[in-house]
């Protein structure tokens, strides 16, 4: 059955997969949310590594901040499809706008020179080195008692 494309190739599949889970954002059509910052994390022996899919996005689409020991990947778009006939009248125009972003906790004594990044085919790597815990220092403060 042939289906316009503003349903994709699976809309009974995207039907019944939206009654389980919240309702999507405005998304572009074709592109399920289920696919954009997918995360792949691997303990190495000196470090993590995070590889993060970011399918349809450019390198100036994707920004990274470090602040209080969370690593946070924001990724922005805007899309514009226009399909004309033979006289220059649409027969369809869609546009997309949208942003996402993920947390990762990386710890406190990460620094921004701890972290390398490198954006190549749709996925961003991100690696940083282990950090020993610092132990905590219990001190025993007794109040004195007057008699």
Known sequence: ???????????????????TRPARSFMSYNTPTSNIMRTDVKELEH??????????????????ELKDGYLTISASTKKENDEKDT??????????????????????????EDIKAKFEDGTLKI???????????????FISIEG
């Open 1 to 19: 059955m042939l289906m316009p494309s503003i349903f994709g190739e699976n809309l009974f599949d995207d039907f019944f997969n939206e009654m």
């Open 47 to 64: 470090g993590y590594e995070l590889d993060i899919d970011l399918p349809g996005y450019k390198k100036e689409d994707v920004q990274a």
């Open 87 to 112: 006289n220059g009248k649409y027969i369809r125009r869609e546009r997309y706008a949208g942003t996402c972003s993920r947390s990762f906790y990386v710890g406190e004594d990460t620094t921004q």
């Open 127 to 141: 690696s940083f080195p282990k950090k020993e815990a610092k132990p905590a220092i219990e001190e025993s403060k």
